[in-house]
């Protein structure tokens, strides 16, 4: 395989996997959105900044605050 299309191979992949993560993202973003009016009401000190993070942290199946406690 010439190394071209070895380059061209890694783009695609590079490609998909960056469309992957931009979709997981808007995923994200989209969820903190719907469920952020809910969570504000409980605490309204959580600004929206930080309910995104946290939906971001817990779709990754990272632990965030409200799951160390």
């Known amino acids: 395989m010439s190394s071209t299309r070895k380059v061209l191979l890694g783009t695609k992949e590079m490609n998909t996997a960056r469309s992957y993560n931009s979709q997981r993202e808007i995923a994200a973003f989209l969820q903190a959105l719907t ?16 309910h995104m993070v946290r939906v971001a942290d817990e779709n990754r199946g990272l632990p965030t605050q409200a799951t160390v406690r």
């Open 35 to 50: 469920t952020y009016p809910e969570h504000f009401q409980e605490n309204p000190l959580l600004s929206f900044e930080q």
